[in-house]
């Protein structure tokens, strides 16, 4: 027989020691012997199934085992979910114990009473708490306060904190940051993050991988500004899991780069699966672009694009000389701080760029000799024409190449222009309408029928 002791707190910043303490004391009492604690930081207003609760009930503990909690409401603060745990663990003949109430429960009358008399307790204190806390922070809110951890003070505890002498030891050993990353198990912008934005706007319809790709050539490109020497190829990229993480050009133009892909993935309810650690890291600039720099456009709005870029970029150099948050130094001398010992990755010519996006495509020419590409034509060889060829055609490219039987053909221009967005071709007509537009066609010629006979008879 194994005695668990299940022990339970809403949130990380809290701790277990109260309650190991309670149950230690009450083990010893009633001689329980050896116990298997079960630690959980969860919200109690959860459903049990969905903590380790639940692992524990449904796959863990057998016929005879004991639990033992410090009090009802580390069962749940609900008292429905407090009979439904106890409904199971007596339905496997298992021994429920409460450490502060002194009390084991089992299938009886009184004891069905007792659990459900407490868990309507936990549960009224659950709503109590939560009335308080919303009434204390809307009088806050009252008043002109901010809520929530005032802006730039940085957390209480961090992620690396239990490591922190390890880190330290690995630094005065000369090891690199990234390095040490991989030691401790966790991505390097945990380590250290400089902070450094850089952002560009540019006139899309949701995600575009060309524009992305471009975006991503001026970003690691060279910049014009002397004051902004942010630049190179990166060791990894965090992006979410869109349609231009999944884009297959875009895959094959960092795989050439050498730059590894992490994607975003929601955080899935079997624990598997959690949220990728950029999302916050990446979101940051862009808030602090919005609210600082765009509400500016207010009281004067850029004419074009390039003018919004310029503005952009003076707005960055300011941003990114600014304090870093945990260093003596800005954000840029943050960055080129703690550069690799190989030093910037320098990034490739626009040409060859261009030429990763390229990727082969088996296409059939038409009759007519013309292949349509993206909604532009392009005229090929009479020969090719009904013809299988493959088409040699880039993201960024104007002219197009065609292979046929290991013989190169082109370039080949456009010959036409694609249709315009705010051009559409007409819908198909119904019969409805097809009866109608027939009898307004027969009216006319009816009524240029008697205008001809008129005509006559004057």
């Known amino acids: 027989m194994v005695t668990y002791a ?7 910043q809290q701790d277990v020691d109260n309650q190991r303490h309670g149950i230690l004391e009450y083990a010893n009492q009633k001689s329980l012997g050896h116990l298997e604690f079960i630690s959980d930081s969860v919200s109690g207003h959860k459903r049990w199934r969905e ?48 450490a502060k109430q002194q009390m084991v429960l089992d299938d009886n009358l009184p004891s069905r009473i007792t659990a459900t008399v407490l868990g309507l307790a936990a549960e009224i204190e659950r709503e109590l708490i939560s009335m308080r806390t919303k009434e204390a922070l809307a009088k806050r809110k009252a008043s002109g306060k901010p809520l929530g951890r005032p802006k730039g003070r940085q957390s ?59 975006f991503l050539f001026n970003a690691m490109s060279p910049k014009d500004h ?17 349609p231009i993480a999944r884009s297959r050009v875009f895959q094959k133009v960092m795989n050439y780069l050498g730059i590894e892909l992490r994607n975003h993935v929601p955080q899935g309810k079997d624990g598997r699966r959690v ?37 952009l970029m003076q707005f960055l150099l300011h941003y990114n000389k600014q304090a870093h948050r945990r260093e003596n130094h800005s954000r840029i001398e943050d960055w080129l701080g703690n550069l690799t010992k190989d030093g910037i990755r320098q990034m490739c010519s626009w040409e060859r760029f261009c030429t990763f996006a390229r990727e082969p495509e088996k296409r059939k020419v038409g009759i007519d000799a013309r292949i349509t590409v993206d909604g532009v034509a392009y005229e090929v060889e009479p020969d090719l024409a009904g013809e299988k060829v493959i088409l040699w055609w880039g993201l960024f490219d104007s002219e197009l190449y065609v292979e046929h039987q290991e013989k190169r053909y082109g370039p080949y221009a456009p010959v036409g222009k694609p249709i315009p967005l705010n051009s559409y071709r007409s819908f198909k007509k119904t019969k409805t309408q097809k009866a109608d537009a027939t009898d307004m066609a027969l009216q006319a010629i009816s009524h240029a029928h008697q205008a001809e006979l008129t005509a006559l008879k004057l």
């Open 6 to 12: 299940y022990l339970r707190v809403s949130t990380n």
């Open 51 to 98: 903590r380790e609760l639940g692992k524990l009930l449904t796959s863990k503990v057998k016929k005879g085992d004991a639990i033992v909690f410090a009090e009802i409401s580390r069962m749940a603060r609900s008292t429905l979910q407090v009979l439904e745990i106890l409904e199971c663990c007596m339905s496997q003949e298992l021994t429920v114990h409460i």
């Open 156 to 214: 209480a505890k961090l992620k690396l904190d239990p490591r922190k002498q390890e880190i330290q030891m690995y630094l005065d050993k000369g090891i690199s940051k990234r390095s040490i990353a991989k030691l401790v198990d966790c991505a390097p912008s945990t380590l250290y993050n400089s902070g450094v934005s850089y952002q560009e706007y540019h006139e899309v319809y949701g995600e575009d991988v060309g524009a992305a790709l471009k």
């Open 226 to 242: 002397q004051d902004f020497p942010f630049q190179g190829i990166p060791d990894m990229i965090y992006l979410d899991n869109g």
């Open 275 to 311: 949220t990728a650690r950029a999302k916050g890291k990446v979101e940051r600039p862009f808030r602090t672009v919005k609210e600082m720099h765009e509400t500016l456009y207010h009281l004067h709005e850029p004419e074009t694009i390039t003018e919004a870029n310029t503005w």
